[in-house]
């Protein structure tokens, strides 16, 4: 099955074709705010290259989440619209899980930096291909640490990690180097042929997982909170 894979949770995305297991091309492209229609460029460069029709493409694979609120939201934007012109199945994975694919150990805490001191979170086993066994939450680092039975067994990936370097190391983790922890599409292509439940049954009703609400609503929210203490103390 012919299929393009889109990842663009960070600030360093990904678009990928592959079929089956072969991976026919991939390309990095830097995400940034508003930029949807980059991304669209790109797509359609990289099938000029592989010599592909946008019609022949049958399945859409995306990183879903969490991350970077605009950048998980481009992907999906342009999936749901691409699958309900086109008529194709959509799939959906971790970004935190493509990391794990791609990292190649048993044992793998993906990391992503969520600003404020936390990081999002997810711990695989078996490069991803189980489901996982902590997350995906978003917490303080030392928080996070505190949830693994045993920091040091794990290997840590992700820009959340490599942040996090001395903390980790301290509980004795181990951080992979910087390379094996960007999410990749290709990492989506390769879940794909693994993990089929993936799937999204409706396109339309279907929402990235962001795991925390954007920063906009939490400060409405707590905007609201302090206004409301405010005329709570004066009855």
Do not use: N
């Not at 049954?201 to 609400?213: A, G, H, M, N, Q």
């Amino acid at each position: 099955m012919l299929t393009l894979a889109l990842e663009t949770s960070t600030r360093l995305g990904s678009i990928a074709l592959g079929r089956g297991d072969e991976l026919i091309s991939e390309c990095a492209l830097a995400v940034r705010a508003t930029h949807s229609e980059t991304v669209l460029d790109e797509v359609a460069r990289l099938l000029a290259r592989a010599r592909v029709d946008a019609g022949r493409v049958e399945r859409l694979v995306i990183g879903a989440g969490p991350g970077s609120f605009t950048g998980v939201r481009i992907a999906a934007a342009l999936a749901k619209g691409w699958c309900h012109a086109r008529d194709v199945p959509l799939h959906a994975y971790s970004s935190l899980r493509s990391v794990a694919a791609s990292a190649g150990r048993e044992r793998v805490c993906a990391l992503f930096d969520a600003r404020r001191g936390e990081v999002y979170g997810a711990a695989y086993r078996s490069g991803g291909l189980e489901g996982p066994v902590l997350g995906p939450a978003a917490c303080a680092i030392e928080a996070w640490l505190d949830r693994l039975d045993d920091p040091a067994a794990w290997s840590f990936a992700g820009e959340g990690a490599i942040r996090q370097r001395a903390r980790i190391e301290a509980r004795g983790g181990s951080v992979l180097p910087a390379f094996l922890g960007v999410p990749r599409a290709a990492a989506l292509l390769w879940l794909a042929e693994r993990i089929p439940r993936g799937r999204v049954d409706d396109i339309e009703l279907w929402e990235p997982r962001y795991v925390r609400s954007p920063g906009a609503e939490r400060q409405a929210r707590r905007q609201a909170e302090r206004e409301g203490g405010r005329h709570g103390g004066r009855r």
